[in-house]
């Protein structure tokens, strides 16, 4: 692929949005886009942005994960869209699956060898 | 000496009612002198004698006493028989003395007073009547108007006249003015009573009905008798309607006989009634709805006395209620036993003035009473340990919310930026060895974080320092902890039971807070001691305080007592404005009764009890 791998990341935490900035910055081929702490922010960005991977967590207050990655899905369908979460991935809602994202993984997974997985067969990992 | 006054009333209604015959029998005037004689003694000795019973029955209302000295009145009347001119004239002016008299006792049946404006005002206004445009005439007329049922053929001419001619004004405008304003006072009143009685209880009604039946003829005869006098003085039907309204009066007596009779009755068969019946209810919801049909009265309400709650009074149910002081519609009567306040009966106004007959059903009802006292008592705790465990529950719910959202928010979160940390370290020191074991020194501290929360979590579940050391050790670390002065003393406390030990701690933990957050204090002291009985803890502070009435509600002063409620202990608080607070608690320890732990009354609830 041409130039880094643009990084939208989309979690409520702040803590967790700054040690994912780290982590993309320090994966070789991955570039941190922007944090944003808001589901309505992200879909606000994400046509002047144009992430090439969008990384959400599941449990946000006002708008879920689960929608903000149907949304970014159905607008934007050739672009990755993988749904992070603290709790087990086996305990989720089925629209988890349903929603269209590429992949869900446990936010303590987060490193730059799962970077790279994601990207590599355009999603694989804990596939829905 | 109770017996004298009505012995002199009746011995003067004697007398009077002797001259009365005396006179009526040697009036040369009248036509009809046994006639005369005997309507004499009616009008005097029935209203005295009514009066006379209605005052031996009642004695503490007026009602009685002044109907007799109406029955009197009507004895100076009865001169109006004579032919003697002072005498008569004498007669002539009582008649109408005793009208305002009589009107006095239908507006303030049945107690003898006015109560109300419109009574009082009515009154005013016969008063009024009587004054300017009776009296003064009595100055001024040659001839008293005529004919009057004592003398029909010649009546004596006035002898009070100062003036040597009758102004044309008298019989021309004062006569027929004052006739019209009489018949209005009369109507006027008659509304009145129409009023009360429509919006009388049952009971009342029955004790007005007879009443109102003999004001009605008083009004109708007087009003036909005044208007034929005054339009066509010689037609024969003038002293028949003279005779008729005369005979009104006494008939009004009978009229309030019936009614106090009726009244009396009615007390009776109640009482009987509620004395059979009340040892068969044993519910309080019962005994109630039995009280309230005994006296008329839907609204009543029964309310039980109940020493060492807050708030005293209590209904059947055994919730707290408040009686109503200074309300114009609801009366209070108390019922006091052998131990003292027991009951209190709430009652509509129609009822105000019995205190007699309420006295005596809550007499008939007292033992029930008490029985059914013990009953609400036992409700009202039931109640109150009910909803102190709905408490305790809830606040359990919200604890273990609150950790699951600690600990997810805190230290989960903490850990998961962690692992992340350590997977960047290892990928950075296989490429660049120093750089990545910088990163890992980090995290090691980082890992200190997680412990700290996690170790303050802990804490706040029970403190490994309570468990392991107990009250005193536990409530000192808490004291250095606290950003203010707090200092810590125990005597002869050891260790005991778990939900003791954690009750008192969290309890002391709670009041801690509360003076560092509210108070404004700059010390605290905490003391324990267990010299017993039972063990007690009591956190004073210098702050603010807080104080007015009653004992101050707060969500952490209720946790706090339901706390110490679930172990069998009690809470007390005192504090007032500038004096700071203290929170001491007790909570029996193995081997004492559990039963009863006094908490002393705050000064506001001694402020409720003054009645």
Redesign the interface.
């Known amino acids: 692929m041409q130039g880094n791998v643009r990084v939208l990341t989309v979690d409520d935490h702040l803590p967790f949005l700054r040690v994912a900035h780290e982590v993309i910055e320090a994966t070789p081929g991955f570039e941190p886009a922007r944090e944003v702490s808001s589901g309505a922010e992200a879909l606000a960005l994400a046509d002047t942005l144009d992430p090439d991977l969008t990384l959400i967590d599941v449990n946000m207050p006002e708008m879920s994960g689960i929608e903000v990655a149907r949304r970014l899905k159905q607008a934007r369908p050739a672009k990755l869209v993988v749904l992070i979460s603290s709790t087990d991935p086996g305990e989720l809602p089925p629209s988890v699956r349903t929603c269209g994202a590429d992949a869900v993984v446990r936010k303590q997974d987060l490193g730059p060898a799962l970077l790279r997985r994601l990207v590599r067969a355009g999603g694989p990992g804990e596939n829905p | 000496m109770r017996l004298a006054p009505r012995f002199a009333v009746g011995l003067a209604a004697a007398v009077l009612s002797a001259t009365a015959v005396a006179v009526s029998l040697s009036n040369p005037a009248s036509s009809e002198p046994a006639l005369a004689a005997i309507f004499s003694v009616a009008l005097i000795a029935i209203p005295a004698a009514v009066g006379i019973y209605a005052w031996a029955r009642n004695p503490e209302i007026p009602f009685g006493k002044m109907l007799a000295a109406t029955g009197l009145l009507w004895g100076l009347a009865s001169f109006a028989g004579s032919g003697n001119p002072e005498l008569y004239s004498l007669g002539r002016i009582s008649h109408w003395i005793a009208e305002i008299a009589l009107l006095y006792l239908f507006l303030s049946y049945p107690t003898g007073r006015l109560e109300r404006r419109p009574e009082r005002a009515v009154f005013a206004a016969a008063a009024l009547l009587v004054a300017i445009l009776y009296l003064p005439t009595a100055l001024v007329v040659e001839r008293y108007p005529s004919p009057i049922p004592w003398c029909d053929g010649g009546c004596p001419p006035n002898a009070f006249a100062v003036t040597g001619s009758e102004p044309g004004l008298i019989d021309g405008a004062v006569i027929p003015v004052r006739s019209l304003l009489t018949t209005l006072v009369w109507l006027s009143a008659l509304g009145i009573l129409a009023l009360r009685l429509r919006q009388a209880t049952p009971l009342m009604r029955r004790t007005l009905l007879p009443v109102l039946g003999a004001a009605v003829l008083r009004l109708g005869s007087i009003t036909a008798y005044l208007l034929l006098r005054d339009l066509s003085p010689g037609a024969g039907s003038v002293e028949a309607l003279g005779w008729l309204a005369m005979l009104s009066i006494p008939i009004m007596a009978l009229g309030f006989l019936l009614g106090l009779l009726d009244w009396r009755l009615y007390e009776a068969s109640a009482l009987q009634r509620l004395t059979v019946e009340a040892a068969a209810k044993g519910e309080p919801r019962e005994l109630r709805a039995l009280i309230a049909e005994a006296l008329g009265d839907p609204s009543l309400e029964l309310c039980y006395w109940i020493p060492g709650t807050p708030g005293a009074w209590h209904d059947a149910d055994g919730r707290r209620v408040e009686l109503p002081e200074d309300d114009p519609e609801r009366c209070v009567f108390a019922i006091t036993g052998g131990n003292g306040r027991a009951a209190a009966i709430v009652h509509d106004n129609a009822l105000r003035g019995h205190d007699a007959f309420i006295g005596a059903v809550g007499a008939a009802v007292l033992s029930t009473l008490e029985n059914q006292r013990l009953t609400t008592a036992l409700r009202a705790s039931l109640r109150d340990a009910e909803e102190s465990r709905a408490r305790i529950a809830a606040a359990a719910d919200e604890e273990r919310e609150r950790i699951e959202r600690d600990l997810?928010d805190g230290a989960?979160?903490?850990?998961?930026?962690l692992?992340?940390?350590l997977?960047?370290a290892a990928?950075?020191i296989s490429e660049n060895g120093g750089v990545g074991a910088r990163r890992l020194r980090g995290l090691g501290s980082e890992v200190d974080g997680v412990l700290d929360e996690i170790r303050a979590l802990a804490r706040g579940i029970y403190p490994p320092l309570l468990a392991d050391s107990g009250l005193e050790e536990a409530l000192r670390a808490a004291a250095l902890r606290a950003p203010l002065r707090a200092s810590v003393s125990a005597t002869d406390v050891g260790r005991y039971p778990r939900k003791v030990e954690s009750a008192i701690y969290f309890c002391c933990l709670e009041a801690l807070q509360n003076a560092t957050k509210h108070a404004r204090a700059r010390s605290i002291s905490i003391n324990l001691s267990d010299v017993g009985p039972g063990l007690q803890f009591e956190v004073c502070d210098d702050g603010v305080g807080f104080g007015g009435n009653g004992t101050p509600t707060g969500s952490g002063l209720t946790h706090m007592r339901d706390r110490l409620a679930a172990v069998g202990g009690a809470l007390e608080i005192c504090s007032a404005p500038g004096k700071g607070t203290a929170i001491r608690g007790r909570v029996p320890v193995a081997g004492e009764s559990v039963a009863l732990i006094q908490v002393r009354p705050s000064r506001g609830e001694a402020a409720a009890s003054r009645w």
């Open positions: 997810h989960q979160q903490q850990l998961v930026t692992r992340i940390n997977e960047l990928e950075l």
